[in-house]
């Protein structure tokens, strides 16, 4: 199949597009003037220059493509200009599926957030439970209603749509929140633990990726939905593992809750004014999402997709060798 891709150089991105790249896939990749593109290059894309808010761009590279994979997206709990999550995860989710309909794609594949869920009344919530009222970052916030317009669009108008919901994704080269934490661990960088006790689910980054390659290549599944997660770890848990993996002590002091929701607003108040991430990723909406957790049932994805989730040793073992190095 000839595939468009958004977002190939990011971190779920290029898991994706290595895997695509081992079958027979013909692959043209959106990718930024700023991007590092050498290793879409190396693997023989194609490469379209712009961005989920450039409809031309979007158009030239769909065209006489079989299928859309999205995973472009804007992926942060704190930014300077918050108009970039509207931009991106509402108006470019826009583009790209009004671009597929005009494209007559076969199918698309929108790559969203577990997060998009808040918290529902299930515990663990599967694909078909109620989402819950609130989300709990504007990242969430964006991204559901990126992902409620596609699925106007699958039901007015046809659009073949599958959504892949990831959950904590963990991984070698991770540059997004998981990955800053465990290196902000490992290099002593945190004076301290919190949150002991907020329950997240896992998953390696090479089980998203081969998730979204099967969901595309899977017949008959156009409207499904695949939450991608399994293990369910406290943050304590996930802070004894990168100990013992790492060798590194943790911090010998823990915070309790209530100082820890406070000290968030506060460095995100004077994030705000100075424009710059607050110190150790302590923003609100961090902070909420991290305290608030969840805990997803990935299962359906094991029997339709016949995936096997990888060990969250095994991810972190791999994200902690690749940040030592």
């Known amino acids: ?40 290059k190396e693997l023989g894309a194609e490469i379209i220059t ?3 808010t450039d409809r031309s761009s979007l158009q030239e590279g769909m065209k006489d493509c079989d299928w859309v994979i999205n995973i472009a997206g804007v992926y942060n709990f704190w930014l300077p200009d918050k108009r970039i999550y509207h931009d991106v995860n509402i108006t470019g989710t826009k583009n790209v599926m009004e671009c597929a309909l005009e494209a007559g794609a076969a199918k698309v594949v929108h790559v969203s957030t577990g ?8 515990y663990p919530f599967s694909e078909e439970s109620q989402i819950g ?57 945190m004076p301290a633990t919190v949150l002991h006790n907020s329950i997240l689910t896992w998953v390696h980054v090479k089980d998203v990726a081969e998730a979204i390659v099967r969901a595309a290549e899977k017949d008959n599944n156009i409207g499904e939905k695949y939450l991608i ?26 915070l309790p809750n209530f100082i820890v929701s406070l000290n968030a607003r506060i460095l995100t108040l004077v994030a ?36 096997s989730y990888t060990p969250v040793r095994q991810a972190l073992e791999e994200a902690i060798a690749s940040f030592k190095v």
Not at 284 to 306: H, N, P, W
């Open 272 to 307: 705000d004014l100075i424009k710059k991430p607050p110190l150790w990723g302590m923003s609100v909406d961090q902070i909420r999402t991290m305290k608030e957790g969840f805990a997803v049932d990935g299962s359906k994805a094991e029997r339709e997709l016949d995936i």
């Open 115 to 122: 997060g998009i869920y808040g918290k529902p009344d299930d």
């Open 133 to 189: 009222p609130v989300r709990f970052s504007e990242y969430f916030q964006t991204k559901y209603e990126g992902d409620l317009i596609a699925w106007k669009l699958h039901e007015k108008q046809g659009l073949p749509l599958v959504m892949i919901y990831p959950c904590a994704v963990l991984g070698a080269g991770d540059p997004k929140t998981s990955g800053q934490y465990i290196k902000d661990l490992i290099y002593r960088r």
């Open 50 to 52: 712009g961005d989920l």
């Open 229 to 254: 997660g399994k293990h369910q770890l406290s943050l304590k848990e996930i802070n004894n593992l990168v100990s013992e993996i790492s060798g590194v002590p943790l911090p010998k002091l823990s």
């Open 1 to 40: 199949m000839k595939i468009f891709i958004t977002g190939s150089t990011g971190f779920i991105g290029s898991y994706t597009v290595k895997r695509l790249a081992l079958k027979d896939h013909k692959l043209r990749c959106l990718a930024r003037k700023s991007s590092d593109t050498s290793i879409l």
